[in-house]
């Protein structure tokens, strides 16, 4: 039988969701409360990658089991689980549901300070200078026009397209922070803190709208603004066909 878990943490301590052989990571300590607990080896399979430091508000993985998983597990396991992660929700899908490969959509958050606050420190980017909204928003909707992001992806990696669907760029003023949020069928490698990088260089009058077109159009990373700091970023929710994750539980 196929299981989806439902699960959220806090990045600080971890070197992202992925499996690696010489650090701490999400993935590694799940699997080892599921095997733990379910008395046999378990994988996890994840709906995507998150680097070093980034949080995820909404995560999910698909796991394989022979028999029945009792609801007592989601009790169980955030029980013995650490105090930055914790399982929202456990179950059953299509034994051919994958959790990567079947997720529609995926929304990114990114948090910056315009005021110092020692309450932030680990969970926000703090920008002290200050910030035009309204021309980062002028900016953002120009990435709504594009499919190509070269330009903001991670150098030597070993994807086989540049091109994403985004579908969602705004930023939002939440009264102590603001909030850049971006939605897109996938992301590539470092996309969204170096498109947050290059938006906060014309909130801060640096760069106008060409500069920003020119940056796109040019698919060349060195062009783009410097990736802001990883706390500052959250995986805020995956989207799933109703046939596989029924999003009102």
Known sequence: MRYFVQFSYFGQ?????????????VQEVMEDAFSTLLRRPISLVGA????????????????????????SMIRRLNAYLPKD???????????????????????????VLQQKDPFYQHSAHYVKHPL??????????????HRDFECFSKSHTDVKTYF???????????????????TADRFLRNMVRAIVGTLIQVGMGLWDMDRVNS???????????????????????????????NPHG
């Open 13 to 25: 301590a971890y070197h992202g969701w992925q499996n690696q052989p010489n650090a701490i990571t």
């Open 132 to 145: 035009d909204i309204e021309n980062m928003n002028r900016a953002a909707q120009l990435i709504l026009k």
């Open 164 to 182: 994403c669907e985004v579908t969602e760029s705004q930023w939002q003023w939440d009264g102590e922070k603001l909030i850049f949020t971006i």
């Open 215 to 245: 940056i796109l159009k040019s698919g060349d990373r060195g062009m783009a603004g410097p990736s802001v700091p990883a706390k500052g970023l959250y995986l805020a929710a995956i989207g799933y066909p109703k046939t596989i994750v």
């Open 48 to 71: 995507g990658r998150t680097d070093a430091g980034v949080h995820a508000r909404q995560m999910f993985a698909h796991f394989d089991v022979d028999d029945f998983v009792p609801d």
């Open 85 to 111: 992660i914790a399982v929202e929700r456990i179950f059953k899908v299509p034994f051919k549901a994958h959790a990567r490969f079947d997720a529609l959509s995926r929304t990114y958050t990114y948090w």
